[in-house]
Structures are given as structure tokens and as C-alpha cells.
């Protein structure tokens, strides 16, 4: 933390300062409230529903991937992998660390620090003081218990972020914790992450019965904690939390890939955890970096550029070795664009050039300037049943549902009969494993941070960097520095080994 939020929360310990309620992700589909800025006691404040709403919101909002923060995080997570790169405009200078393995604990304070630091550990106080305060006012027991769990399922999601991305961090449970506080250890750490999301799991509502859309559910904290046991490696646990979700009976693969996250479709069954994004601020504006320059419109991709969108310096683009490995048959590979007319009417080939684009996120034809209302997933039902197959793959190997699991992605893409896999096409585990990688590389595309953690769990997050040439790449960067403005404010804190 830095001296500005150690300040802040002395004045909230004793009572007489400000309590910053943030932005959330508010717009026309109504699902949180739009933003409020007030100085409000914790103590008069929490009295209300109506505050109790506002500091959740504050929470949530902290955690939504949305604007130019969640626009960074997804390539702060993304541009370090053997999919995504960038070039151009003012990102470049972040790019070119994250793409080149150079970065430290100073790269832009702007981002490592606000994005994937600060925020976070934001949404943990605002979560600590709900907890702490809400009994000053009286509420219908079952809406009380569901404030509690939501309070509860958000900082643990904070918590499970951000030890993807820094390994153990201070465990902040209370207002009244020393202001300098020392990492906690692995196993403090992951056991509190379990405890917290097992706890909240019967308290949530069940998807589709929660306030807003948007709000934290039952599946949501499932999803979670099938995807913290995942990157954990916890195997059996994945398969009981996913077989949970299965059993909710709630969630399906949507029937169309390319048409999954358009606008139009973004409330669907396939989103467990989604983060709802709206064109009148806060939204999703990924596609702005995506489009090639000058881009008018393709033809194949039936896409025309309009008058209200834009087109930045900055090129987030695909390595031709990703695209290639598609096969012709897989529909996932139609959301790439390989071409373009630009203003000129000239046809640009974006191919063998490491520079096709994912369009997986179809431009919002209602878009307002930079912002697109497209929703962005956090965690989809196809990383369950990928994380079940993997799970099931490592428990007991051979194994048919796991390769069955893995036909109900390939299905959906088109990829049926001889396009189907068979447990007779893996000679051994390893063979799996590698296929498993590549299947989900070809499904989350473009996502927000899930090939970076399946790089690091499969173990190739550095020998894959190596193979494009990247040297700089060594065990450290499996977990990013803790940022050196926390240090500085910190003292307690040490760095992770190699910074």
C-alpha cells in the first residue's frame, strides 16, 4: 500500500475520516447503482441498506474488469504469453517489458501497482468494514446473511487474484491490523482463500435469484474455487466443486461460439462470473487495440467500421504460430481477422506477419467513443468442464470422460466426427496434457489472464518464452514483483525471490 492508503485507513480506524465509494460498473441494464462519492461514518453509513448497497458496490467495483484498468489487466496477464504481443501507441512502453520479461517492481506505477495491487486491496477494506459495521443496523436476516457473503466471496476473490499474481500477500481481515504487515505464508494463504469461498457458498443466492445482475451467486463462488483448485493444483477438489456446478443444473455451453460475446447475447448461461460492462463509462474497450489501422471494414468477417468507435496507435496482435495451429475446421478461428480494406479501398493481409487480430469481442454497434457495453467473463462454464477434464486426466489416467469433456468443447466449435479426439490419440498422460493446453489456448483466446495461470500450471510458461526467443524469461517471472510503492509504504514486505 502506499502513504495515501495507509492515511486513509487510520482515519477510517478512528472513525472521522472518508470512506471513498468508487465507481461500479452502472449503465442501462441496471445491474449496480451508478457511482457515488460521499464522506460518510463507517457507523452511520452501514445503519442504511442503502449504505450497505453503496459499500458493496464500492467493493465490487474495485474487482470489475472494466475501462482502461480492466482493458490493462487483461493485457498485463496476456501480452507475457505465447498468444498475444503488442506494438505502437502509448502502451508500447509496458508491452514491450511484459513481451520481453524486463519488467520489475517499478513498471508503471499506473499499472502494476494501481491495477493489480491497489484495487484489489481496496475492495478487501471496503469488505472489512461491511463486515465489521453492519450490525449497526437492522436488516431481514436473509438479506443480512447475503450482504455477509457477498462481503465475504469478493475479498476472497481479491485474495485468490492476487495470489495468482504475487504468490502470498498480507492478509488484511480487519480494519485494526497493524499498518505494516507481513506477507502471510503460502499455506496461510490458501487455506484462507478455501475456508472463505467454501464458507459463503450456501449463503449466496443461486444464479438468476441475485439482486443485480452482476452481483455474486452461488456459481460464481464455485467457479471460484474450482479455478483456485485448479491453478493449485488440488485435483480431487476440482472435480467435486465442478461436479457442484454441473449439478446447479444452471449452466450450458452457448451454441454458437462466434456469437457468444456479442453484445446482444452477453447474458447467457455459459458466463458464470461475469463482469457486466456499459458504453456510457467503465466499459469494455479491448477492441479499440484490436482493430488494424485504417481498418474499414472485412469482408469475410462481415464486420464495416463505424462513425463513434475507435481505432488506437496501439496493436494488440496474434503470433502466427497460435493462428496456425488452428485447424481449418475449428469456428473459434473465425473470430480472428487474417485481412481488411482499409479507407483507401486497398486489402491488407494481417497474415505471416505475427499480426492477426481477435475479434472475439464484437464491436457494440451503441459503443460511446472508447467504451463498448460488452461483458467480459471472468469464468465461463467451458473453463469447468476443461478444468474437470484436466482434474480427472491427472487422478486416473487413461480416462474417457476426460476426453469426452474435452468433445463437448471441440463439438461446439465444429469439430466433430474425425475432428473429434479419442482416448486412442494419447498415448500417455503427457500427450493429453499437451492437447489439453492447446485446446484451451484455442477457447479463451484473448480472455482475461487464463493462459498465463494454464502456462504456469502445465509448466511452460518459461520454456514457451524461450521458444519465441524471449531469453530474459526465468522462474521469477511466474509470479510478478510486489510493487515497489507497497515496499516503500511497507517495510514488512518482502520481494519475491529474483526482483
Known sequence: M????????????????????????????????????????????????AGVNSLLNSTFGELFLSGWDGKSRINLENWCTDIEWETDGGENLIATQMINFTWDASLAS??????????????IRNANLLLENINRGTYDAA????????????????????????????????????????????????????????????????????????????????????????????????????????ALDTYRLYPEYGQLFRVENERNNEFILVFPQSPQGGGNNYING???????????????????????????????????????ADKRKNLIMTSYINGAGQTVSLLNDNNTRAIKFWPDPNAIVNEH?????????????????????ELNWPNQEAVDLVNQIRERAGLV?????????????????????NERAWEFYGEAGIRREDLIRFGKFV????????????????????????IDADPSLEQNEGY
Open 143 to 246: 438479506r443480512k446473511a447475503t450482504y455477509l457473503a457477498e462481503a465475504r466471496f469478493m475479498r476472497a476473490l481479491a485474495y485468490a487474484k492476487m495470489y495468482s499474481w504475487f504468490g502470498p500477500v498480507p492478509l488484511r481481515t480487519s480494519s485494526d491490523d497493524p499498518l505494516e504487515l507481513g506477507r502471510a505464508t503460502d499455506d496461510a494463504m490458501k487455506a484462507f482463500i478455501e475456508s472463505e469461498l467454501q464458507s459463503v457458498v450456501a449463503e449466496l443466492p443461486l444464479p438468476g435469484d441475485e439482486a443485480n445482475y452482476g452481483r455474486p451467486n452461488r456459481g460464481a463462488a464455485l467457479a471460484t474455487l474450482c479455478k483456485f483448485y485448479l491453478n493449485t493444483k488440488q485435483w480431487e477438489k476440482v472435480v467435486d466443486a465442478a461436479n457442484s456446478i454441473i
Open 417 to 437: 466426427g474425425d475432428d473429434a479426439v479419442s482416448l486412442t490419440d494419447f498415448p500417455g498422460l503427457q500427450a493429453f496434457r499437451d492437447h489439453l493446453l
Open 2 to 49: 502506499n502513504t495515501n492508503h495507509i492515511l486513509i485507513i487510520r482515519r477510517l480506524r478512528h472513525l472521522i475520516g472518508m470512506l471513498v465509494l468508487v465507481f461500479s460498473t452502472a449503465g442501462c441494464e441496471k445491474y449496480l447503482e451508478e457511482p457515488v462519492y460521499s464522506e460518510m461514518d463507517p457507523e452511520s453509513l452501514l445503519a442504511t441498506e
Open 290 to 328: 484490436a482493430l488494424p489501422p485504417g481498418f474499414q471494414r472485412s469482408p469475410e468477417m462481415g464486420l464495416e467500421f463505424r462513425s463513434g468507435w475507435q481505432n488506437w496507435a496501439a496493436q494488440y496482435r496474434l503470433y502466427d504460430r497460435f493462428y496456425n495451429s488452428f485447424t481449418s
Open 463 to 486: 520454456s514457451s518464452a524461450h521458444e519465441r526467443g524471449k531469453t530474459n524469461a526465468r522462474e521469477t517471472h511466474t509470479r510478478f514483483p510486489i510493487p515497489q510503492d507497497a
Open 110 to 123: 499506473n499499472w502494476l501497482n494501481n491495477i493489480l495491487w491497489l484495487r484489489p486491496y481496496r475492495a
Open 373 to 393: 457495453g460488452n461483458d467480459l467473463p471472468e469464468i465461463r462454464y467451458a473453463d469447468i468442464l476443461l478444468a474437470k477434464a484436466e482434474a480427472l486426466a
